[in-house]
Nanobody, 122 residues
Framework: QVRVAESGGGLVRTGDSLTLSCVVSGDLRHYALGWFRQAPGKEREFVAAVSWSGLMTYYGDFVKGRFTISRGGAENRMYLRMNDLKPEDTGVYYC????????????????WGQGTQVSVSE
């Protein structure tokens, strides 16, 4: 069984940086990992994903070079480094594992964490 847990959210100011972490337990040899976010009153939105090998990465259009996703380590960790944060980046950020390799589509992900809140003030 796969379990997913995020951490690292918080309250920051415009222009600040933040790194989110995701720890995944279980057999993940063929799972891609991704980050999604959801702002109040909005649909869940794709942020970034990384292939099971860690060699391929994918980003949402709004990222525009500000975020970097990576994975590695003996504990099956994934990271999302977010730079130049803006108020519109505010939301609950979710880590998820995907066996199908769809990357961009939330409905194709198999396992989800509980989410971590990121709030960016003016």
């Amino acid at each position: 069984q796969v379990r997913v847990a995020e951490s690292g959210g918080g309250l920051v100011r415009t222009g600040d940086s933040l790194t989110l972490s995701c720890v995944v337990s279980g057999d993940l040899r063929h799972y891609a990992l991704g980050w999604f976010r959801q702002a109040p009153g909005k649909e869940r939105e794709f942020v970034a994903a990384v292939s099971w090998s860690g060699l391929m990465t994918y980003y949402g259009d709004f990222v525009k070079g500000r975020f970097t996703i990576s994975r590695g380590g003996a504990e099956n960790r994934m990271y999302l480094r977010m730079n130049d944060l803006k108020p519109e980046d505010t939301g609950v950020y979710y880590c998820a594992a995907d066996l199908s390799g769809s990357y961009y589509y939330a409905e194709r992900y198999d396992y989800w964490g509980q989410g971590t809140q990121v709030s960016v003030s003016e």
